[in-house]
């Protein structure tokens, strides 16, 4: 039987492993094998597509075969975005590390990299994020750009033979708007090869077959026209919820997707 020996993941903070608990760390705590993990928080669809494929890439070049990797990516919302900066001494103001989750930027993932990527999204203060949202950020673009990237890194790993799972952190990534009904959007969903998803709606949908609203963490939020302090929902899954999507959902579809490989018991990672 065939044995998958390296194992690549990407997404926002639903895989993010510095959290220690999210379904990255289980898949590498069940197979054992070489773990690369690209996930970090806030980022979006364009920077977990090409950290993927450079992730990927890079086994490539130490000779590592195809049939030997297993690549698993969690999308995430459409309208978030990154630019990159090829110099950043100068460009970027002094207050990107004291707002909002900006202590993430910039990031980079190449070694050797001068510059770096700055991430952006939609609610943060930071003056560069401000400045898109208003006068350049469009919906219909951004969900153009998720299907391109999507489908970029479907026809990458499709054309070396790499297996790959993929599956949206949250209803928002498809959610059926008049955004999707664009004729520039919607004819490339007709290009995703639907069976190599997981076989659920979003992982945080999937959470609600077993927990409710109150079953997910709060976070203390200060409201801004007031100062005041207020406990907000918060989207993200525990560890638990993680443990049974991997358990449940993650290992059962490499079983039956890729019956001639090897796919071990669920062991949590602690």
Not at 107 to 114: F, L, P
Not at 147 to 175: D, R
Request: glycine content about 4%; aromatic content about 14%; charged content about 20%.
């Amino acid at each position: 039987m065939k044995q998958f020996k390296h194992i690549v993941t990407s997404g926002c903070s639903f895989s993010d492993t510095s959290t220690n608990y999210t379904w990255p760390s289980h898949l590498e705590a069940s197979y054992d094998v070489n773990c690369i993990h690209m996930g970090l928080s806030s980022q979006g669809n364009s920077l977990i597509a090409r950290k993927s494929i450079f992730a990927v890439q890079q086994l490539l070049n130490q000779g590592v075969n195809p049939s030997e990797i297993l690549v698993g990516i969690m999308w995430s919302g459409p309208d978030r975005h990154d630019t990159y900066f090829s110099n950043l001494t100068g460009q970027l103001s002094t207050e990107i590390k004291n707002l909002d989750y900006m202590i993430i930027n910039p990031t980079t993932y190449a070694n050797g990299d001068q510059g770096g990527w700055l991430i952006m999204n939609p609610h943060w203060k930071e003056k560069t994020s401000k400045i898109y949202y208003s006068h350049l950020h469009d919906f219909v673009n951004h969900r153009i750009n998720t299907y391109e990237k999507i489908l970029w890194v479907q026809n990458y790993l499709k054309l070396l033979g790499i297996k790959y799972f993929m599956v949206p952190y949250t209803a928002e990534v498809f959610k059926e708007t008049e955004f999707y009904a664009n004729p520039n959007v919607k004819w490339m969903k007709d290009l995703i090869d639907w069976a190599s998803w997981l076989p659920v709606g979003s992982m945080h949908e999937w959470c609600y077959n077993y927990w409710t609203d109150d079953d997910f963490p709060k976070l203390d939020v200060q409201i801004d026209e007031t100062g005041e302090w207020i406990k907000w929902p918060d989207n993200h899954p525990t560890r638990i919820m993680h443990e049974r999507f991997t358990k449940e959902i993650i290992l059962p579809h490499i079983k039956n997707r890729f019956p001639d490989y090897y796919c071990p018991e669920f062991k949590e990672h602690v």
